[in-house]
């Protein structure tokens, strides 16, 4: 805690430091707040294959879309849901990589789980709507706060203040069930003494869903609270942002057999009576709420000297919930159960897993931008405070069983410290160099029992150092060659670590190194726009997934020695008139592990299943998880009128593989999809604006997957392997109608 007072009074000393003069201009305003951004955010002649959404293209997606889903069209980008349709839980993955490998920063601060390393976008939804830009780095990237980008990082700006008074309401409707209401409200600036302006800002968002798949029902609610103070100078924000969700548990998948007869099947939450007729539990749900606050200061000394300091709280709490079927009570530390002189050793309970941390960041950044040298550089300190408790709330069979107390309870910590220092600057007249070195300590650890009664005693600390250096070259003023390679590591997740604590292989486990090289060619005409760029991303002790879950959905993972992604993504625009643009892009890739010994579980034979030394299968390559080879997208905007317009787009995503066998049993087969949408708006008088759109999804009808799990087990009298495969099957042909008021 003393820490987090030096930073308190440290920031307290440097937002005293305002210098008051008075200045009007709404694009100054602008300008103070990119700062935030800027430290973590490529530029122009940043070496860094990247992709930016406007404001504008964030505010005509379909409201119902996690941010994942409004990025599905990036190059090398794979979003993809739980529930089968985009409003709830979801994730993305680039080049292949998976979410706890993109390092994401809404202003600056990343807001990454300190242990999983994922931001679980359920968490905060309807975030398009609280959002200026977005910003999406491919590769290793420039320097960020928090985990170490490992595949990607994504920047976040939240809407800036803007200089008028406004107001909108947003009403969406769509296929099952699905309802959406959104609010919005700002002051403008208001003028107040001596040269301030103040503003404040107010969005509120809430949205219900029965979800495609069974359970997948979803209430979501989010808020953004915006106050700021400025002058010609310096500027003072503070940012309140809430989300609340309560969903239902679709971590499991779709049994492959089932699949192909009732692909919205869940078997969350069913369970059985005793005349044998199925029945489900209604609360197995998720449910949690995060409460983030920041606090900003910017100051600009002069047009080429600022700073920026922030300081970061979120709080959260939640708890999953069960219905288990048929269980030993010694699963949960209770005794068996003597009830009419009948002992029962199994029962029916229903379980709640809580969660409870609080995450306290601060960092403090200079800037420095003159005569064709930009410099930036920062330090940054976060902790995470975590903790897991259970509690079995009802049993089928109870004779003494006090249901206030916890059979588990343990505790995650992590303290994580960075700083850096990166510049470009001019080597000749069209000639850029960039240099990016970080530092980052991380000091982890766990404590307490599992939920399996095995401890978690364990401390770790990782030292990292993470240097990136390139070139820019402006070969004409619409044609530009990049060139950057990069060291980037990162330390296991929590999740990693119980899981190699249970196998007895705690010393075993690893942090991973990658070794980035990005080409990158970048054209621009007046009706045409290109981009071509070459990657290598090659690892060393990289964790990838076996193919296998836990009971709460994580991925479990292991240390490949050796491993490399290797790609080429083209993207490009085409205009041939005003009215009508083509877009498109395609990734062609190669992701493979080599000299992998896999391990399969095995047992004497499929009646007993006693188990014996698991079977080694040796690959020479094979194909790392979920990372398919193939990925294209493109689409036709059409603009027949004035504020009428119409967009058809389409993705195509190539198989991949559940495990790292690379076997036929493994395979999630390719699947196409497209997507229609249209808008018009209306100018009603002066001040106001009526926009109506209209978004079909999955326009062609198609049954697919789009991403799975897998389990198998080999005997040894011979008998056919046993494979368990969950799958996430998508929503068919779905629309979804959106009305705005903008005032």
């Not at 509690?391 to 916890?406: A, E």
């Not at 389990?711 to 008998?719: I, L, N």
Request: aromatic content about 14%; hydrophobic content about 35%.
């Amino acid at each position: 805690m003393k820490k987090f007072f030096c930073f308190a009074l440290f920031f307290g000393v440097l937002f005293g430091s305002a210098t008051d003069i008075f200045c009007q201009d709404s694009l100054f305003q602008r300008r103070l707040d990119s700062i935030i951004v800027s430290v973590s955010r490529a530029g122009a002649k940043t070496p860094v294959a990247n992709t930016t959404l406007s404001r504008d293209v964030l505010e005509k997606g379909p409201s119902t879309y996690s941010l994942p889903m409004m990025l599905n069209m990036m190059p090398s980008v794979v979003s993809t849901t739980e529930g089968g349709l985009a409003l709830g839980y979801s994730n993305l993955r680039v080049r292949g990589s998976d979410a706890s490998r993109t390092n994401v920063t809404l202003n600056g601060i990343a807001i990454n789980d300190g242990e999983s390393q994922e931001v679980i976008w359920a968490n905060i939804p309807s975030l398009p709507n609280f959002l200026q830009s977005v910003q999406l780095q491919r590769g290793a990237g420039t320097s960020v706060n928090g985990p170490g980008a490992f595949g990607a990082s994504l920047n976040m700006q939240t809407k800036t203040a803007s200089s008028v008074p406004y107001s909108s309401a947003d009403f969406s409707a769509g296929s099952y069930k699905t309802f959406m209401q959104s609010v919005a409200a700002g002051t403008g600036a208001i003028d107040g003494d001596d040269g301030n302006w103040f503003n404040v800002d107010i969005a509120y968002n809430h949205a219900l869903t029965r979800g495609y798949i069974r359970n997948a029902k979803a209430n979501l609610n989010s808020l953004l609270l915006s106050a700021s103070w400025r002058n010609s100078r310096s500027s003072l924000k503070f940012i309140y942002m809430m989300g609340s969700q309560h969903t239902g548990i679709t971590w499991e998948g779709c049994p492959i057999d089932t699949y192909y007869t009732n692909r919205k099947y869940n078997v969350a939450g069913e369970y059985y009576d005793d005349e044998g007729n199925v029945h489900y539990y209604d609360n197995e749900t998720d449910n949690y709420t995060q409460h983030h606050l920041q606090l900003h200061y910017i100051h600009q000394f002069s047009t080429s000297l600022s700073i920026n300091s922030t300081l970061h709280f979120t709080k959260g709490d939640g708890y999953y919930e069960n219905y288990k079927y048929n269980v030993k009570f010694s699963k949960y530390g209770i005794d068996p159960q003597v009830i009419d002189g009948t002992t029962y050793k199994k029962t029916d309970v229903i379980i709640r897993q809580n969660m409870d941390n609080a995450y306290l960041a601060g960092n403090f950044n200079l800037n420095y931008k003159a005569d064709g040298f930009d410099f930036v550089s920062g330090v940054n300190y976060s902790f995470y405070d975590g903790d897991h408790f259970g509690r079995v709330l009802w049993s089928k069979y109870n004779q003494n069983i006090d249901y206030s107390r916890r059979w588990y309870t343990n505790n995650g910590q992590k303290g994580d410290a960075s700083l850096f220092a990166k510049a470009e600057f001019a080597l000749a007249k069209d000639l850029t160099g960039f240099v990016d070195l970080q530092y980052r300590f991380i000091n982890f650890k766990l404590g307490g029992m599992d939920k399996d009664f095995v401890s978690l005693e364990n401390k770790s600390k990782y030292n990292f150092f993470n240097p990136k250096a390139g070139i820019n070259w402006n070969i004409s003023p619409s044609d530009r060659l990049f060139f950057s390679v990069s060291v980037a590591h990162r330390e296991p997740s929590r999740s990693d670590i119980k899981e190699s604590i249970k196998a007895g292989k705690q010393d075993l486990l690893k942090s991973e190194r990658m070794l980035d090289f990005e080409l990158g060619y970048q054209m621009r005409r007046e009706k045409l726009n290109l981009d071509i760029n070459l990657y290598s991303m090659n690892y060393r002790n990289q964790l990838v997934s076996t193919g296998r879950l836990t009971e709460t959905g994580y991925v479990i993972q292991e240390n490949i020695p050796d491993s490399y992604r290797r790609g080429v993504e083209i993207s490009t625009s085409y205009s041939p008139v005003r009215e009508i643009s083509f877009f498109g892009s395609t990734t062609i890739s190669r992701n493979k592990l080599k000299n992998y010994t896999l391990f399969v579980d095995a047992y004497d034979n499929a009646e007993d299943w006693n188990s014996v030394a698991q079977h080694q299968v040796f690959l020479k390559k094979s194909n790392l998880t979920l990372s398919p080879e193939f990925i294209a997208s493109g689409g036709i905007s059409i603009r027949p009128e004035k504020n009428t317009e119409i967009s058809l787009t389409a993705k195509h995503v190539g198989k991949q593989f559940m495990d790292n066998s690379g076997m036929d049993v493994a395979k999630v087969p390719s699947y196409f999809t497209m997507s229609l949408d249209a808008a018009k708006t209306f100018q009603i008088r002066d001040k106001y604006k009526l926009r109506i759109s209209f978004c079909v999804d999955n326009l062609l009808n198609s049954k697919y997957y789009s991403y799975g799990w897998i389990y198998r087990a080999v005997f040894e009298d011979g008998s056919p392997d046993y494979v368990e495969k969950g799958v996430y099957a998508q929503a068919r042909i779905h629309f979804i109608g959106k009305i705005q008021f903008f005032f």
